[in-house]
């Protein structure tokens, strides 16, 4: 799969009110990533597309050092912004796909809502490689639930109507199964841990509309396309009430980076690499 990364930085063009227009993430979901990573107090991140700096902003108040990487520049921009209070906090505008450790490595590889549009031949290799041994990698996602029927429903009737086909909006989904397996069979990786929460979040008309601005999918359609979608989307949503209650999905995938001996270490009698190995808790 080849990744087309004028989409994958579309929400760029939307940076302005991406921010405002996303809802957060709960803290019961940057809890479950400290304990399931393991990672020490003032451990390092690397977060692979920061976007705005939502998880940036979570992780950086939990006292840890974090290196983002954003391709899009104005969205690196609105990162900076929002955690210029944190000098634990650095932002590079760089794909990871390009972007070169320099000898560091880091506690924890993170990424929120952007690692299916790294190149699946480099992501999880180079995440490994980024890592301490016995470091962890977290990925997640926060996939939209339409609760209320009329609602999906005139989604797609106006999707039809519209003759538009948005670039992305039902494919996350299908990303998400290959990345899974792709972290399970590294050599690099011991196990995943998968885990999924539920929020729900309410938007009246025009909140609902600059959420869907935000979504790589929308910004890559036309904007007559656009205008004629929204119109009929914002007709339905009167028609219902004039309010949107919307269900978050989140998806997190957790896995430890192998502790890997180095090679004189792995030429030793086996009873004393086992006692080795529990005196070091591995």
């Keep these: 799969m080849s990744v087309d990364r004028a989409i994958a930085t579309g929400a760029g063009k939307a940076a302005a009110?991406?921010?405002?227009?996303?809802p957060p993430y709960p803290d019961a979901l940057f809890d479950a990533i400290v304990r399931r990573t393991a990672i020490p107090p003032a451990g390092r991140i690397l977060e692979i597309g920061c976007g705005t700096g939502r998880a940036t902003l979570a992780l950086a108040e939990r006292g840890f050092r974090i290196h983002c990487l954003?391709?899009?520049?104005s969205l690196a921009v609105e990162t900076r912004r929002n955690v210029e209070r944190f000098t634990s906090?650095?932002?590079e505008d760089a794909y990871f796909e390009d972007w070169s450790a320099a000898g560091r490595d880091f506690d924890v590889v993170l990424s929120a809502q952007a690692f299916h549009w790294v190149d699946p031949s480099v992501r999880v290799p180079k995440a490994a490689e980024a890592l301490k041994p016995g470091g962890a990698i977290a990925v997640f996602w926060r996939?939209?639930?339409?609760p209320q029927p009329a609602l999906g429903a005139a989604f797609h009737r106006a999707l039809r109507a519209c003759k538009a086909e948005v670039p992305s909006l039902v494919s996350l989904l299908d990303e998400l199964d290959p990345i899974k397996r792709e972290i399970e069979r590294s050599p690099s990786f011991d196990g995943l841990d998968v885990s999924r929460s539920q929020m729900s979040w309410t938007y009246d008309a025009a909140g609902y509309l600059r959420l869907l601005r935000t979504h790589p999918g929308f910004i890559a359609v036309s904007e007559s396309t656009r205008d004629r979608l929204f119109a009929e989307i914002a007709a339905v949503v009167a028609e219902i009430g004039g309010t949107v209650d919307l269900g978050f999905?989140?998806?997190l995938y957790v896995a430890r980076r192998k502790w890997l001996a180095p090679a004189w270490a792995r030429r030793l009698p086996l009873p004393i690499r086992q006692f080795g190995n529990r005196i070091l808790g591995r």
């Design 143 to 146: 996939l939209l639930v339409h």
């Design 17 to 22: 009110i991406y921010h405002e227009a996303r």
């Design 89 to 91: 906090v650095e932002v």
């Design 70 to 73: 954003e391709p899009s520049p």
């Design 249 to 251: 999905d989140t998806i």
